[in-house]
């Protein structure tokens, strides 16, 4: 199924003058046009996983992209950041990229 729009959510260090203050930034942007298959059987994920979550989807990009977090349109808060969903591993390849993203919420 193409999905017309997700939110990429990366984790983007602050610049601060204080060497001990490691907080880090959500910045999310849009993509258009990824193919999203969601895994609905535990054998599934069991298969891609190792284990069984409550959710989870395989996401192909037709361009290199990296997130640490993933939103849906029509559920994604763009002020609150939530709810997003972590993106268990990437994976690269020539054109194209494979994100393997599971069902567990990022509580913020």
Do not use: C
């Not at 942007?29 to 535990?42: P, W």
């Not at 690269?92 to 919420?105: A, D, E, L």
């Amino acid at each position: 199924m193409i999905r017309p729009i997700i939110y990429l959510v990366r984790e983007v260090s602050k610049s601060n003058s204080s060497p001990l203050d490691h907080t880090k930034e959500l910045v999310a942007t849009k993509y258009y046009g990824a193919r999203v298959t969601e895994l609905n059987g535990a054998q599934q994920q069991i298969d891609v996983f190792g284990r069984q979550f409550a959710k989870s989807w395989v996401i192909r990009f037709n361009s290199p992209e990296k997130a640490d977090f993933v939103g849906f349109d029509g559920e994604f808060n763009e002020k609150t950041q939530s709810p997003k969903y972590s993106v268990n591993q990437i994976r690269n390849h020539r054109n194209r990229t494979t994100m393997y993203v599971t069902g567990t919420v990022v509580k913020p």
